[in-house]
Structures are given as C-alpha cells and as structure tokens.
C-alpha cells in the first residue's frame, strides 16, 4: 500500500530542491508520487514553465547490517563520546572499536559503563600515538566474560580545548553489494518515471564510507545496469552531523569528481560551490 506516514527523508529532499540550480526549483511544486501509486518514484517536482525533475533517494549503509551494529555501539558506548571526566584541554583522545565487537546476549549498557571506568582509571597515564589494549568486560553476561579490543589514539594539540570521540575500525568491505542493491531497487523506478530530469541521490548519515568511494561503487557497474546513462545526476548528501550539528552537505559528483557543492546549516545555505567552469562544463 502506498506509505501514508511522512518519510525523515522529505524535509532533506526539500532543503536540497530549495538551492538547487542556483534557486531555480526553490518554489516548485512537490508531488509526493510514492503516496499514491506503489513502486513509483519518490518525488515529481514542477516549475511553473512545465519543466519537471524526478527524484529518487537511498540510504547507503557503510557495510552489511550496520544499523543493529550501531544499536548496540550507540546504546553501550555514546557515554564516552565528549564526556568532560575524558576532555583534557591540548589533547585529542580517540576511542577505537572494531565492527562487531558486541555479539548479541551481550550487556551493551554494563559494557559501556565498564569501559568508561577503566578509561578514566588509565587515560591519564597512555601514551601519545596509537595503543591497543584488552579489557574484560561483561562479567555479568550469560555468555561469560568478553576480552574486547580497544584501540587508543592519544594526540597532543596545543592550543585546544581538548575533545574525547568514540568511532569503528574494522569495517567490512562489502559497500558494493550495497551499493548494487540501491541500483537494483531504484534505478527501474526513476528510469520509469517521464520526467525532463532524473536525479538519484545517496543519502549517507555515517562518517564513512565517503562520497567518492560510493561514486566509484556505482561507476564500476555502468556495464551492469545500462539504465544509469538515463540518469542525469547522480547528488550525495553527507548528514552524518545532521542531528548534532544541523549540517548536511550536497554533492554533485560524476567521472571528473566533484562538479557542485551545497552546505546547509540549521537549513540556511552557507556555500554554494560551482567546479564547472574548472572542468569546461556549463550549467544546463
């Protein structure tokens, strides 16, 4: 049945359509085509000259089951990011855990707790660089203790207030079978659609991978999916900060690399950024 509840994706759609060709969709007229036929494509927008743009967005996930990793990563060890018993003034300290380090059965909530104790028990006495260590944790879990890696990255920075982050290392490197699936659900749906302009935008809202590295995902696959020459953009929009920070950023990107940029903070555009006339190319 068509979706009735509105999507977190639309008000990204909106912002991004607000700036798009030098302002010239700002005040277009936006059918939600999904609401009302199954399988079509996300969105028709219309300028008052009849001219109209097809829009397909997908989330790309950094590796395979990434969301119920970041559940558990998110739920057992957000306490540590930026907490002030961490923060020391001149000093950038980086928490490194690998993908999947918490298997299921494991308490996230006593884990995260038992790594931050020992993290303020021992951060003020590792040493600068990279250090790795193993912390048993979870004593309590049906499954027994667990050994867990975690990686230490200490770095001077005289001058700053200090910051302490949490981030994964050890990434599987299975984005191109993600980046298949969205070409492979997406594509049939904004080819299908009559419209003067087809755009299909990826959606990131993780630090990695980065936009290139999806670019060079999906232009690997050209042979494969022939239907990407009736695409006419390919846009990538970064809002791995968008819920703490209010920052997304939009990019245009095809074989030369970046063609135009758009940065939006709290919804008001703060760069607009334009490489055509670098790459010999001229606005359409």
């Given amino acids: 049945m068509p979706v009735k509840s509105v999507r977190k994706e ?49 989330l790309i996930q950094p590796f395979v089951g990434e969301k119920s990793d970041s559940e558990r990563f998110l739920r057992a060890f957000s306490r ?14 980086d928490v490194v855990i690998p993908v999947g380090a918490l298997p299921v059965g494991c308490p996230w909530g006593v884990v995260g707790d038992e790594v ?17 260590h193993r912390i048993s944790v979870g004593e309590s879990s049906k499954n027994g203790p667990l050994a867990l890696h975690v990686g230490i990255r200490i770095t001077n920075v005289p001058g700053s207030r200090g910051h302490c982050l949490i981030s994964r ?23 299908k659609t009559a419209a003067t302009k087809r755009i299909l935008l990826f959606e990131r809202d993780q630090m990695f991978p980065g936009d290139g590295e999806i670019y060079d995902e999906v232009a690997v696959r050209q ?12 846009w990538f929009a970064n809002t791995s900060i968008y819920a703490s920070e ?9 074989g030369r690399g970046l063609v135009e940029l758009l940065v939006f903070e709290s919804g008001v555009l703060k760069q607009r950024r334009d490489d055509r006339p670098h790459l010999g190319l001229t606005r359409p």
């Avoid at 931050?116 to 790795?132: F, M």
């Avoid at 209010?246 to 095809?254: A, G």
């Fill in 116 to 132: 931050l104790s020992w993290l303020i028990a021992n951060h003020a006495t590792l040493p600068e660089g990279r250090s790795e």
């Fill in 10 to 58: 639309r008000p990204l759609i909106e912002l991004f359509l607000s700036a798009y060709e030098n302002d010239g969709w700002k005040n277009c007229a936006i059918d939600w085509l999904e609401d009302k036929q199954d399988g079509a494509v996300e969105v028709i927008a219309k300028k008052p000259d009849g001219t109209t743009l097809a829009l397909e967005h997908t």
């Fill in 223 to 234: 042979a494969t999916y022939p239907d990407l020459a009736k695409i006419d953009e390919l």
């Fill in 246 to 254: 209010k920052w997304v950023s939009f990019e245009l990107i095809d």
């Fill in 169 to 191: 290392d050890q990434v599987p490197q299975n984005l191109g079978s993600i980046v298949e699936k969205a070409l492979r659900t997406k594509l049939p749906k904004l080819v």
């Fill in 80 to 93: 540590i990011e930026k907490n002030p018993a961490l923060t020391v003034p001149a000093r950038s300290l």
